[in-house]
């Protein structure tokens, strides 16, 4: 299986290439870095794994939810190639991307949205150990947050980022966290090959983000409805 990877919905950029089972892998630090390296990289990927992009049989990318450029940055570069090569794509929900990492049975991702808001779902092993979405993703204030019934596994920014509001209220129902896990372009590979495998990919025409918050900013009224300062 060849898969090529994009995940760009951090500022914790990365591309990858699973070949034939093994991983490359490049790290692109600093969100303003990634439409720059993204591309170059790519390229040395490939090199190194000494194919062509018509040898590989999906290019997968980080669909989000997560930074609006970013997911935009990923998915483009993913259907051009796609499109160039005659491919079809896996468009990876980038937290599922983080309860892979975490190997857990029952995973809830939260990740840090900005603008006083978090990217949340929850996710439960299969009996391939790939973690299925429970429900749909959202994205909400850190307070409104509510976990689902039963223990989870915490892992994500969000935990980090919201401490007493996250991890310290949940405490009782977490049997661990990981607030420094961020999607990876080698989970995003990892699925990108089960979507192969399972019959989930789309066409380029049809991939896009998962944006799940429809706005990038909060007017004057809004931040200060929130608590916030004009």
């Known amino acids: 299986m060849n898969i090529l990877s994009i995940e760009t919905a951090s500022e914790h950029g990365s591309v990858a290439l699973l070949h034939d089972g093994e991983l490359l892998v490049r790290r692109i630090q600093g ?76 995973v809830f991702v939260a990740t840090d949205a900005r603008m006083g808001e978090v990217y949340h779902a929850a996710f439960e092993q299969d009996h391939e150990g790939v973690p299925i979405p429970v429900g749909q993703p959202g994205c909400s204030a850190p307070l409104d947050l509510e976990l689902p019934p039963g223990d989870w ?5 969000a935990f980090r980022v919201w401490p007493e509001e996250l991890e310290v209220r949940f405490l009782a129902r977490l049997v661990g966290c990981r607030p420094e896990q961020v999607a990876r372009a080698e989970e995003v590979a990892r699925l990108g090959a089960v979507a192969v495998a399972r019959g989930m990919l789309t066409t380029p025409e049809l991939a896009g983000p998962l944006y799940v918050r429809d706005k990038v900013a909060f007017t004057t009224a809004e931040r200060l409805a929130r608590g916030g300062r004009a």
């Open 31 to 106: 969100a303003a870095n990634h439409s720059e390296a993204v591309l170059r990289d790519l390229r040395e990927l490939l090199s190194e794994g000494g194919i062509g992009v018509t040898q590989l049989d999906a290019i997968a990318f980080g669909a989000g939810p997560g930074a609006f450029t970013g997911l935009r940055l990923a998915c483009g570069v993913a259907q051009g190639l796609a499109l160039g090569a005659d491919l079809a794509i896996a468009a990876i929900n980038s937290l599922q991307a983080i309860a892979l990492q975490a190997d857990a049975e029952r």
């Open 153 to 157: 596994f915490a892992a994500g920014s």
